[in-house]
């Protein structure tokens, strides 16, 4: 019984530490507190939170996806020139997403079938999705969307004044906790990552687990894109770089082990915000953005010691 | 000469030792016996340097001593060899026995000539005719168990704490071993043997000290006690019968396997299991029998032969093509092929019988709880809550776990490899009732055990491999563990 308050407590540790941070920053500079100012870190915040929502399937397996900044940029570049085409932006989103799906199923079996480490399988496919969304969009940026309402609302628009995109997270991370916390895959993605051998020797479908968790990150990484180049009302090539390091940092501030087989995602909801938080705040007070690097990287780490500590 | 006296010890509240006594003499083998839980690896462990007592005295030949950590331990000649060995397979003997006491010309420039030169006399000395310079990974369990012991010799050690040394060992190298162990002793070194298995206590201890729940029960001089007094020493009651009397009826043949051959690690095996029989299957590590029950279960891939499952061929891929055919397989090994260590005892549970436990693809709690909770009684899984972490159980009570998981998919098939091996004697004897009760629900069981004592308790009948083949059939009457042994060993049938 003791042993499940300190559980909760070391879960909570995250949550409190982002009360802290908002507290922090708003006595030194209450304009954070602002709805104009919270909006816009939640919107920010979205999208990579989404992609650290895929993330953290993939790590709960033991797995890693270094490919989800480059899946971002080729989604985005093919429904930005889709659009640009005139295609109906319905029929482009759908594009995109079932493009991001396919990418990350195709890491997956590339890591099952071909049975390559996570990390190296990935990271090959990352320079491959960038390489190849450099081809497709010649280097440079596509613009001239349109005027579809349907798509500038997605990432740009309001429903009962609170930010289109901020809904998505907020219904992707419901349905995504429910996936995970309740349903037989869920609980099937922590024994592949508690122990995989087990797990198979359970009859459990090993690989089919993880080619899935890829293609969620996939299609993810899509719908972050779709956010993204709404927003921008164009597609760059050079979109989502290093985005897959902010993701992995906020699975691990949200306290998901690395090696699989622990964590939760509203955990990774907390760490995104954490991270959004910390880059609004240090804005907001006027830290140079070179000292701002300096200062995430000492809460990353600070946060995976206190969570050592624990043990 | 070590005293032990009034030691107790605590972690967060709950005491583990109170107020233990225990003493080695030196050049005695000194058995300590109790079962999971009852304290032994605590007392080691404080003995060695790695736990601090709460209160007691240690005292090493007359001398109180406080050991801050195992190099002070060390520093008076005490060396605790663990049941996982502390071998880097990838350095060679020498460079093994020298781990963290390399001998150097100064600034770290290793002196190996000298190294292994050494390294050759130890190893001769303790009659192993091992090269210094062999990869330690390509030595058997049993030869990296005596570098252990070399290890431990190598750095002066007086007394060696042994912990579970032959769980992985096969009889020859049990034997070698225990060589070791007598020809050290001749030479005024004590050991201090933990085991389970009572036999090798009877053939190698001088004495014995029993403890349970965290206190000294007694101590024994071996040829004084014997087998009974020592279990009802350790359980605190008469447990009568150590196998129970199972009144199983044999039915036709379930499980049928005919020349199943997976190159270059068994062939041409073939056997059958009837309903509600009891087949062992003995042989030596490495004979190839978990291999057999992967290559069954689907988890390995057959190069040839055939599995029938009620005289008809089925055609058995991966663990869910088996489990379809309603065959399930305790695995060796419950910490790594058996449980997801940090799920809950529920989650484990469930994990074999999701289908079972959930609908359209969404766990249902109830359903789930209900299961789990049926086999916490029906099993007599010992824990506060199903949702206790299957980590934090003793080793019975992870075995019944794993069983729940399998009797939870109402398997006709059951293969059990190794069901009691670390486990302790109450625990044992409960599983031994779980498996007749099995058998007499008409449950077609084989069992896998190195235990020769266990096999010929339990089995109705025992087939022998050696190097990858059956070599023996050996049926209730004439079961001895002589005539297994002969076949385990690549003896020939004779009739």
């Given at each position: 019984m003791?042993?499940?308050?300190?559980?909760?407590?070391?879960?909570?540790?995250p949550?409190?530490?982002?009360?802290?941070?908002?507290?922090?920053?708003?006595?030194?500079?209450?304009?954070?507190?602002?709805?104009?100012?919270?909006?816009?870190?939640?919107?920010?915040?979205?999208i990579?939170?989404?992609?650290?929502?895929?993330?953290?399937?993939?790590?709960?397996?033991?797995?890693?996806?270094?490919?989800?900044?480059?899946?971002?940029?080729?989604?985005?570049?093919?429904?930005?020139?889709?659009?640009?085409?005139?295609?109906?932006?319905?029929?482009?989103?759908?594009?995109?997403?079932?493009?991001?799906?396919?990418?990350?199923?195709f890491?997956?079996?590339?890591?099952?079938k071909?049975?390559?480490?996570p990390?190296?399988?990935?990271?090959?496919?990352?320079?491959?999705?960038?390489?190849?969304?450099?081809?497709?969009?010649?280097?440079?940026?596509?613009?001239?969307?349109?005027?579809?309402?349907?798509?500038?609302?997605?990432?740009?628009g309001?429903?009962?004044?609170?930010?289109?995109?901020?809904?998505?997270?907020?219904?992707?991370?419901?349905?995504?906790?429910?996936?995970?916390?309740?349903?037989?895959?869920?609980?099937?993605?922590?024994?592949?990552g508690?122990?995989?051998?087990?797990?198979?020797?359970?009859?459990?479908?090993?690989?089919?687990?993880?080619?899935?968790?890829?293609?969620?990150?996939?299609?993810?990484?899509?719908?972050?894109?779709?956010?993204?180049?709404?927003?921008?009302n164009?597609?760059?090539?050079?979109?989502?770089?290093?985005?897959?390091?902010?993701?992995?940092?906020a699975?691990?501030?949200?306290?998901?082990?690395?090696?699989?087989?622990?964590?939760?995602?509203?955990?990774?909801?907390i760490?995104?915000?954490?991270?959004?938080?910390?880059?609004?705040?240090m804005?907001?007070?006027?830290?140079?953005?070179?000292?701002?690097?300096?200062?995430?990287?000492?809460?990353?780490?600070?946060?995976?010691?206190?969570?050592?500590?624990?043990? | 000469?070590?005293?032990?006296?009034?030691?107790?010890?605590?972690?967060?509240?709950?005491?583990?030792?109170?107020?233990?006594?225990?003493?080695?003499?030196?050049?005695?083998?000194?058995?300590?016996?109790?079962?999971?839980?009852?304290?032994?690896?605590?007392?080691?462990?404080?003995?060695?340097?790695?736990?601090?007592?709460?209160?007691?005295?240690?005292?090493?030949?007359?001398?109180?001593v406080?050991?801050?950590?195992?190099?002070?331990?060390?520093?008076?000649?005490?060396?605790?060899?663990?049941?996982?060995?502390?071998?880097?397979?990838?350095?060679?003997?020498?460079?093994?026995?020298?781990?963290?006491?390399?001998?150097?010309?100064?600034?770290?420039?290793?002196?190996?000539?000298?190294?292994?030169?050494?390294?050759?006399?130890?190893?001769?000395?303790?009659?192993?005719?091992?090269?210094?310079?062999?990869?330690?990974?390509?030595?058997s369990?049993?030869?990296?168990?005596?570098?252990?012991?070399?290890?431990?010799?190598?750095?002066?050690?007086?007394?060696?704490?042994?912990?579970?040394?032959?769980?992985?060992?096969?009889?020859?190298?049990?034997?070698?071993?225990?060589?070791?162990?007598?020809e050290?002793?001749?030479?005024?070194?004590?050991?201090?043997?933990?085991?389970?298995?009572?036999?090798?206590?009877?053939?190698i201890?001088?004495?014995?000290?029993?403890?349970?729940?965290?206190?000294y029960?007694?101590?024994?001089?071996?040829?004084?006690?014997?087998?009974?007094?020592?279990?009802?020493?350790?359980?605190?009651?008469?447990?009568?019968?150590?196998?129970?009397?199972?009144?199983?009826?044999?039915?036709?043949?379930?499980?049928?396997v005919?020349?199943?051959?997976?190159?270059?690690?068994?062939?041409?095996?073939?056997?059958?299991?009837?309903?509600?029989?009891?087949?062992?299957?003995?042989?030596?590590?490495?004979?190839?029998?978990?291999?057999?029950?992967?290559?069954?279960?689907?988890?390995?891939?057959?190069?040839?032969?055939?599995?029938?499952?009620?005289?008809?061929?089925?055609?058995?891929?991966?663990?869910?093509?088996?489990?379809?055919?309603?065959?399930?397989?305790?695995?060796?090994?419950?910490?790594?092929?058996?449980?997801?260590?940090?799920?809950?005892?529920?989650?484990n549970?469930?994990l074999?019988?999701?289908?079972?436990?959930?609908?359209?693809?969404?766990v249902?709690k109830?359903?789930?709880?209900?299961?789990?909770?049926?086999?916490?009684?029906?099993?007599?899984?010992?824990?506060?809550?199903?949702?206790?972490?299957?980590?934090?159980?003793?080793?019975?009570?992870?075995?019944?776990?794993?069983?729940?998981?399998?009797?939870?998919?109402?398997?006709?098939?059951?293969i059990?490899?190794?069901?009691?091996?670390?486990?302790?004697?109450?625990?044992?004897?409960?599983?031994y009732?779980?498996?007749?009760?099995?058998?007499?629900?008409?449950?077609?069981?084989?069992?896998?055990?190195?235990?020769?004592?266990?096999?010929?308790?339990?089995?109705?009948?025992?087939?022998?491999?050696?190097?990858?083949?059956?070599?023996?059939?050996?049926?209730?009457?004439?079961?001895?563990?002589?005539?297994?042994?002969?076949?385990?060993?690549?003896?020939?049938?004779?009739?």
């Amino acid at each position: 019984m003791t042993k499940s308050s300190k559980e909760m407590i070391s879960k909570l540790g995250p949550l409190i530490g982002l009360i802290l941070l908002i507290i922090v920053v708003s006595i030194m500079n209450p304009s954070f507190l602002t709805i104009s100012n919270i909006f816009n870190v939640l919107r920010q915040v979205s999208i990579s939170a989404i992609i650290a929502f895929g993330m953290t399937f993939v790590i709960l397996t033991g797995g890693i996806d270094l490919s989800v900044g480059s899946t971002l940029a080729l989604t985005g570049a093919v429904a930005a020139s889709l659009l640009a085409g005139g295609t109906d932006p319905i029929v482009s989103m759908g594009v995109a997403l079932i493009l991001g799906l396919v990418l990350g199923a195709f890491n997956g079996v590339i890591i099952t079938k071909g049975k390559v480490a996570p990390f190296i399988a990935t990271l090959a496919t990352m320079t491959i999705y960038r390489g190849l969304t450099l081809v497709y969009t010649n280097g440079k940026p596509i613009s001239g969307l349109g005027d579809h309402a349907s798509f500038q609302l997605f990432g740009k628009g309001y429903f009962l004044g609170v930010p289109i995109p901020v809904i998505t997270t907020i219904v992707s991370f419901a349905i995504l906790a429910f996936i995970l916390h309740k349903t037989t895959f869920g609980r099937r993605v922590y024994a592949v990552g508690g122990n995989e051998e087990a797990a198979k020797l359970s009859g459990i479908n090993a690989d089919r687990v993880k080619i899935a968790v890829y293609a969620i990150s996939g299609f993810l990484a899509a719908l972050s894109a779709l956010i993204l180049t709404s927003r921008l009302n164009s597609a760059q090539p050079t979109a989502g770089e290093s985005y897959e390091l902010d993701a992995i940092a906020a699975v691990v501030l949200g306290g998901t082990s690395l090696n699989g087989g622990k964590g939760w995602i509203f955990g990774t909801l907390i760490g995104a915000l954490i991270i959004g938080v910390l880059n609004n705040g240090m804005n907001l007070i006027g830290v140079s953005s070179f000292w701002q690097q300096v200062v995430k990287g000492i809460v990353i780490l600070l946060a995976v010691l206190l969570d050592r500590k624990k043990d | 000469m070590i005293e032990m006296t009034g030691i107790s010890k605590a972690f967060n509240g709950n005491a583990v030792l109170k107020n233990v006594q225990f003493n080695l003499k030196d050049g005695e083998i000194h058995a300590l016996m109790g079962e999971n839980g009852a304290g032994k690896s605590t007392l080691m462990k404080i003995l060695g340097g790695i736990h601090s007592n709460d209160a007691g005295e240690i005292k090493v030949d007359g001398q109180p001593v406080h050991f801050k950590s195992p190099k002070d331990a060390e520093k008076h000649g005490i060396v605790i060899i663990h049941q996982e060995l502390n071998i880097l397979p990838d350095l060679t003997v020498a460079e093994n026995l020298f781990l963290g006491k390399e001998k150097t010309f100064g600034f770290g420039i290793l002196k190996n000539k000298e190294m292994d030169q050494e390294a050759q006399e130890l190893l001769a000395k303790l009659g192993l005719d091992i090269h210094p310079k062999t990869r330690a990974g390509d030595l058997s369990v049993g030869k990296q168990q005596i570098i252990e012991i070399a290890k431990a010799i190598a750095s002066n050690a007086k007394y060696i704490i042994m912990d579970e040394p032959t769980a992985a060992l096969t009889d020859r190298e049990i034997r070698t071993l225990f060589e070791t162990i007598r020809e050290l002793k001749a030479k005024g070194i004590s050991f201090v043997y933990i085991s389970h298995r009572m036999e090798e206590i009877f053939s190698i201890c001088d004495r014995i000290t029993i403890l349970r729940d965290g206190q000294y029960v007694g101590e024994r001089n071996i040829p004084e006690t014997n087998f009974d007094e020592i279990v009802a020493m350790m359980v605190g009651r008469e447990l009568g019968e150590r196998f129970p009397e199972r009144k199983a009826e044999i039915g036709d043949v379930k499980l049928e396997v005919q020349n199943l051959t997976v190159k270059g690690l068994f062939e041409n095996v073939s056997f059958n299991v009837r309903k509600g029989e009891v087949v062992g299957m003995a042989g030596l590590m490495g004979a190839g029998r978990t291999e057999v029950a992967e290559t069954i279960f689907g988890y390995r891939r057959a190069h040839g032969g055939d599995i029938l499952i009620d005289e008809k061929k089925v055609s058995i891929k991966t663990p869910i093509d088996a489990m379809k055919h309603k065959i399930g397989y305790v695995t060796e090994d419950r910490k790594t092929k058996g449980l997801v260590l940090d799920f809950s005892i529920q989650e484990n549970v469930s994990l074999a019988n999701l289908k079972k436990v959930s609908s359209s693809g969404v766990v249902n709690k109830e359903k789930e709880t209900s299961l789990v909770n049926q086999y916490i009684q029906q099993l007599k899984i010992r824990t506060s809550s199903p949702k206790q972490s299957a980590k934090s159980l003793s080793g019975g009570n992870q075995q019944k776990v794993v069983l729940a998981k399998w009797l939870g998919t109402e398997p006709e098939v059951l293969i059990l490899d190794e069901p009691t091996r670390g486990v302790d004697i109450g625990a044992k004897k409960e599983i031994y009732q779980i498996i007749n009760d099995l058998a007499q629900a008409g449950v077609a069981i084989l069992m896998i055990s190195s235990e020769l004592p266990e096999i010929i308790g339990m089995a109705d009948r025992v087939l022998v491999m050696h190097e990858g083949k059956i070599t023996g059939q050996v049926s209730k009457e004439e079961m001895t563990q002589e005539r297994i042994m002969h076949f385990a060993t690549g003896g020939e049938q004779v009739d």
